[in-house]
């Protein structure tokens, strides 16, 4: 049987989603409360491979298992298992041809930029805080030049392990909200530190250090270091992942103040 779950967590405490020796993760925290569960061990796969420091609203995993349990059965007794900063939003069976990775057809992530002068105590590990002012219609202007199918070489990390660099850009959005700047990226796939290496870009542009056409010279070059810093990790949450209908993947309702 082939089951299918969603899983929101704080990744501050985690060194990434990956399993490391050594270290606290997230699919070692979940793989063994599912074990426990299911009473035999068990091995996920995962729609996304988060950073340490980046969270979660919609994780999506997979797993098979020769064990019959109910859906209420997998999220409660799973939770009961879990630390607090993870949590089981929902289970279901799904089809044997169900991949969480291979067969997402797209993913949304969402960064939350604090622009203020002064930094947050409470909300230090939920934001970048950014204390320049930045514009947001000229970064706007900027994310335009993402939308498409492009070679993003120069947003990816020198150590990613892609085959290659091309993606298609679905929607990139920003918008502002007070003193917080909500960037919304949907894609086919991203590559190693890609969101957090085009958010870099952004603020380079926001501060008034570049010219919003500065993305396409970037995309053309092909060269990570061309291109901006690679932005904080505190700010990235994978918002959701999308797959065809048939499988009838729940969606993810965001908290009030990420709207």
């Not at 985690?14 to 699919?27: E, H, K, M, N």
Request: glycine share 6%; with cysteine.
């Amino acid at each position: 049987m082939r089951v299918v779950v969603g899983i929101e967590y704080d990744g501050t405490e985690f060194c990434g989603w990956q399993s490391q020796q050594g270290s606290r993760t997230v699919q070692d925290e979940v793989q063994k409360a599912l074990s426990y569960v299911a009473n035999e061990e068990i091995q996920v796969s995962c729609a996304g491979r988060t950073d340490s420091g980046v969270h979660a609203y919609g994780q999506v995993i997979h797993f098979d298992t020769s064990v019959q349990r109910s859906e209420r059965s997998w999220v409660l007794g799973c939770n009961s298992n879990l630390p607090k900063d993870i949590n089981i939003s929902w289970a279901k069976e799904t089809e044997s041809d169900f991949h969480a990775r291979f067969g997402a057809t797209s993913r949304r992530y969402r960064y939350v930029i604090m622009n203020r002068f002064t930094r947050s105590a409470i909300l230090q590990n939920r934001v970048c805080w950014h204390h320049q002012p930045l514009d947001v219609s000229r970064m706007q202007e900027a994310a335009q030049h993402f939308i498409g199918e492009h070679d993003f070489t120069s947003f990816r990390a020198l150590a990613c392990q892609a085959k290659h660099a091309i993606r298609t850009m679905h929607i990139l959005n920003l918008h502002r909200q007070g003193d917080y700047i909500f960037i919304d990226v949907q894609a086919n796939a991203f590559l190693h530190h890609m969101v957090r290496n085009i958010v870099g870009t952004l603020l380079a542009i926001g501060e008034g250090e570049e010219d919003p056409a500065w993305v396409k010279s970037l995309l053309a070059a092909k060269d990570r270091s061309a291109a901006g810093i690679t932005s904080s990790a505190q700010g990235l949450y994978l918002v959701s992942v999308q797959y065809p209908d048939k499988f009838a993947i729940p969606g993810v309702e965001l908290p009030p103040g990420f709207v």
